[in-house]
């Protein structure tokens, strides 16, 4: 079964930058839609990033939209998520996971229900 493997989480002041990774262990199709996610403490887990595993189509939540970018690499079945500018309220667990039932054009793209093969997340805490 496939599952993600995140990495690149740390610690950083504010304004700063950080790049996640999201390694898959086994083939995901092109077509899906890769998704990172963040959860912190006391809230649900929410999607910030998408894009389809062959393209380069990208979807953003508004709060991170002109900070964070997302690809992928097919060679290295990895993709990734560059995050700059980042503020104290991007502190959270990241995690990254794929869906087959949505697509970038959904009202809900980043629909948590609707995606699997959830890794264990990589911790990003942001200092102000």
């Known amino acids: 079964e496939v599952q993600f493997v995140e990495s690149g989480g740390g610690l950083v002041q504010a304004g700063g930058s950080l790049r996640l990774s999201c390694e898959a262990s086994g083939f995901i199709e092109d077509g899906y839609v890769i998704g990172w996610f963040r959860q912190s403490t006391g809230k649900e887990r929410e999607g910030v990033a998408a894009?389809?595993?062959?393209?380069?189509?990208?979807y953003y939540v508004d709060s991170v939209k002109g900070r964070f970018a997302i690809s992928s690499d097919n060679i290295k079945n990895t993709a990734y998520l560059q995050m700059n500018n980042l503020k104290a309220e991007d502190t959270a667990i990241y995690y990254c996971?794929?869906?087959?039932?949505?697509?970038?054009?959904?009202?809900?793209?980043?629909?948590?229900?609707?995606?699997?093969?959830w890794g264990q997340g990589t911790q990003v805490t942001v200092s102000s």
């Open positions: 894009t389809v595993k062959g393209t380069t189509n990208t």
């Open positions: 996971a794929a869906s087959a039932q949505v697509t970038l054009g959904d009202i809900r793209p980043l629909a948590t229900e609707l995606y699997e093969f």
